[in-house]
């Protein structure tokens, strides 16, 4: 995902696409992460353990990073980017929640500005 930021600006410009384009990318993306963040908790209210999302999440980053890598070559890159953005909503906050169990008091802090970092 960091990745995107730092190379997407030269791949947009490269096939010849806006600024606007550009911009229009980025907002994909959040919705992406968003709906992602939306069906984690659909999925948890369902009865899914943190495994079961993680490993969603794991093999849904996979899937988006080929199609991101076979698709490189055109504006079309930005779809399975969005299925990376939606696998990280889904999959971040369990990370965090896990790395974190002997911090319980800064559980949602932590995924806050981690969430917020990977904005900027």
């Known amino acids: ?5 730092a190379l ?3 791949m947009f ?14 907002v994909l993306l959040a919705v ?10 659909r ?13 969603l999440g ?4 996979l899937g988006g990073g080929i199609g991101v890598q076979l698709t490189q070559h055109s504006a079309w890159f930005v779809l399975p980017m969005i299925v990376v953005v939606f696998a990280f909503g889904l999959a971040i906050p369990h990370a965090l929640g896990e790395a974190l169990t002997a911090y319980k008091d800064r559980l949602g802090s932590s995924s806050s500005t981690t969430m917020r970092s990977t904005r900027v």
């Open 1 to 5: 995902m960091f990745s995107y930021y």
């Open 8 to 10: 997407a600006p030269f």
């Open 13 to 26: 410009q490269r096939l010849g696409m806006s600024e606007l384009l550009y911009g229009l990318g980025g």
């Open 32 to 41: 992406g992460s968003s709906l992602g963040a939306w069906t984690n908790r």
């Open 43 to 55: 999925l948890i209210l369902a009865g899914w353990k943190t495994n079961r999302v993680m490993t």
């Open 58 to 61: 794991v093999m849904l980053t």
